[in-house]
C-alpha cells in the first residue's frame, strides 16, 4: 500500500510512542496529525516534522466530535493511531484507588472507544475510496496477562483490547483494519514518571540493567503493520524487549 497522501491522526501525540510514531510516518511519506492535550509540547514536534500540531483531550466528548470534524472538513482520515493512554500506580487490589482506576478507564478504555467511534465514518470512506483504512491501537503486554499491582491498569488495557477485538469483529468485510500492538516494557519519558506521580528515581528503575524497548521500535511496528497489502490484517502484535518473557519477568544484568 502506497502512503502517498494518505493521512494518519496520532493521539497522545506529545511525546513517547505517540510523537515517535509521528516521526516514522512523517519520514514515510504520511500527512499526520499529531493530537494531545498539551497543545504546546507539539509544536517542537509540528516544526521538526511538518505534522499538524492539534490540542485534544481523548476524555472531552465534545473535543473529540470537533476534531472529527474538523478532519472531515479537511481532507478525511485513513489511518487513526489510538496512543492516548496511561498507568497510575502499581498497588494491589485491596490498596487500589478507585479514582486511580476511574482515570485509566477513562482515558485507555473510553479515550479509544470516542475516538474511533467518531473518526470511523471517516474510515470507511477513505477505505471505500483508496482501498483500506486503519485503526490502531498500542494497547500493552498488559492487555493479555496479569501481575502483581497491575489490576487497574491490566484491567483498563484488557478493555481496550476487547474493544479492538469485537470492532474487528464487526467491520469484518469492510475495508478497515483493526489492528492492535502490544508493547512490553518500552523507556519513554513519560509513562513510568506518570505511574510512579513524577517519582523519577522509581521510574527509572524499571528499566534498569537491560535494555528496553525504545518508542521508535514501537513506531516501526505501526508503521509496518498499516503498510501489509489491503486484505492483510495484523490483528494483534506483541512486542517485548529480548530479556522480557513477561510483565514480571525481566532478566537484569548484576
Ligand atoms: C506497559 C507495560 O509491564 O508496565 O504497558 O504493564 S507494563
Do not use: C
Not at 469483529?169 to 513519560?190: C, D, H, K, N
Not at 502484535?237 to 510483565?247: E, F, K, V, Y
Amino acid at each position: 500500500m502506497s502512503t502517498a497522501e494518505r493521512r494518519a491522526l496520532v493521539t497522545g501525540a506529545s511525546s513517547g510512542i505517540g510523537a515517535a510514531t509521528v516521526r516514522r510516518l512523517m519520514a514515510d511519506g504520511w500527512d499526520v496529525v499529531a493530537a494531545a492535550r498539551r497543545k504546546e509540547r507539539l509544536t517542537a514536534l509540528a516544526a521538526e516534522t511538518g505534522a499538524e500540531a492539534y490540542a485534544l483531550d481523548v476524555t472531552d466528548d465534545d473535543g473529540v466530535a470537533r476534531l472529527a470534524q474538523h478532519l472531515a472538513a479537511t481532507g478525511g482520515l485513513d489511518a487513526v493511531v489510538n496512543n492516548a493512554g496511561g498507568a497510575l500506580g502499581l498497588d494491589r487490589v485491596e490498596d487500589s484507588d478507585v479514582a486511580g482506576w476511574r482515570w485509566m478507564y477513562e482515558v485507555n478504555v473510553l479515550g479509544t472507544l470516542r475516538v474511533t467511534q467518531a473518526v470511523l465514518p471517516l474510515l470507511r470512506a477513505a477505505g471505500a475510496e483508496r482501498g483500506v483504512a486503519d485503526v490502531v491501537t498500542i494497547t500493552s503486554t498488559a492487555a493479555h496477562g496479569a501481575y502483581e499491582g497491575g489490576a487497574g491498569y491490566t484491567a483498563a488495557k484488557h478493555g481496550e483490547h476487547m474493544l479492538s477485538q469485537t470492532l474487528r469483529w464487526e467491520t469484518a468485510g469492510e475495508p478497515v483494519r483493526v489492528i492492535e500492538i502490544s508493547p512490553g516494557a518500552v523507556a519513554t519519558e513519560e509513562f513510568s514518571l506518570v505511574r510512579f506521580g513524577g517519582d523519577a528515581a522509581r521510574a527509572a528503575q524499571v528499566y534498569e540493567g537491560y535494555t528496553p524497548l525504545s518508542a521508535q521500535d514501537v513506531a516501526d511496528a505501526v508503521a509496518w503493520a498499516v503498510t501489509r497489502p489491503d486484505h492483510v490484517n495484523i490483528d494483534q502484535l506483541t512486542i517485548r524487549p529480548r530479556a522480557q518473557a513477561h510483565n514480571s519477568k525481566i532478566v537484569r544484568a548484576g
